[in-house]
């Protein structure tokens, strides 16, 4: 079972559209990430939430924007976005820095 | 900076045979260093972790991985291949005091029937 709930599990949407990736854990963790990874490579960091605040912004367009409600949530607001950002965005917590991940299984997102 | 690479990109073994797939790393100070592994369709799941402790570290599934410091390297191993491992597997060192965590490329783990 996974202990990091992502959803949807699949997304498809133009490139005008609005939509946003959620993204939820009770173990208590105070570290929360988004990666992006395309096929058959591994994930990309994108941001990183430490205490429900910004830690790490991986030089990220601003077409993507993360936001944490709190120590449970995390979401990812996409806006405009370009085809080549269809890959599968994983969310990731971890009690802290350099501490093992827990994975979703990933929102796979394609972009028409 | 830290750094891990993964040698061989594919890996075919036999049903039953040993797995073993390589991982060196590069670090100015004491790595914690992870082996994940991911399955078709779902995210990375730890399958163990070294954190300076014990050089040998035992994980989930039959899998073990044995640090080496004078070889810089931490290579994944399973005495008996199941059809069930087939996945990708990730090598991944965690940044001095950051969130940060460096993968390595992944290596695909083929088991023959």
């Known amino acids: 079972d996974t202990e990091v709930t992502q959803t949807p599990k699949h997304l498809v949407m133009g490139m005008t559209n609005k939509k946003s990736l959620k993204c939820e854990q009770h173990?208590?963790?105070?570290?929360m990430y988004w990666y992006k990874q395309k096929a058959k490579k591994p994930p990309e960091l994108m941001f990183v939430y430490s205490y429900e605040k910004l830690s790490i912004n991986e030089s990220v367009p601003s077409r993507f924007s993360p936001e944490c409600p709190n120590s449970s949530l995390l979401n990812l607001h996409l806006h405009a976005l370009q085809p080549e950002d269809s890959a599968l965005y994983l969310c990731a917590s971890s009690w802290g820095p350099r501490q093992p991940q827990h994975f979703g299984d990933g929102t796979r997102l394609s972009i028409l | 900076a830290q750094s891990v690479t993964q040698l061989g990109s594919h890996v075919s073994v036999s049903e039953g045979a040993l797995v073993l797939l390589r991982c060196n790393y590069s670090s100015s100070v004491p790595p914690y260093l992870f082996w994940y592994v991911q399955y078709p369709n779902q995210g990375l799941q730890l399958l163990l972790k070294?954190?300076?402790?014990?050089?040998l570290v035992k994980g989930i599934n039959g899998f073990e991985a044995e640090f080496k410091k004078s070889e810089t390297s931490f290579h994944l191993t399973k005495p008996s291949a199941h059809m069930s491992d087939a996945a990708e597997y990730f090598c991944a060192v965690s940044n001095t005091g950051g969130f940060k965590t460096i993968f390595g490329a992944g290596t695909r783990l083929f088991v023959k029937a």
């Open positions: 070294y954190t300076s402790a014990a050089t």
């Open positions: 173990m208590g963790h105070r570290a």
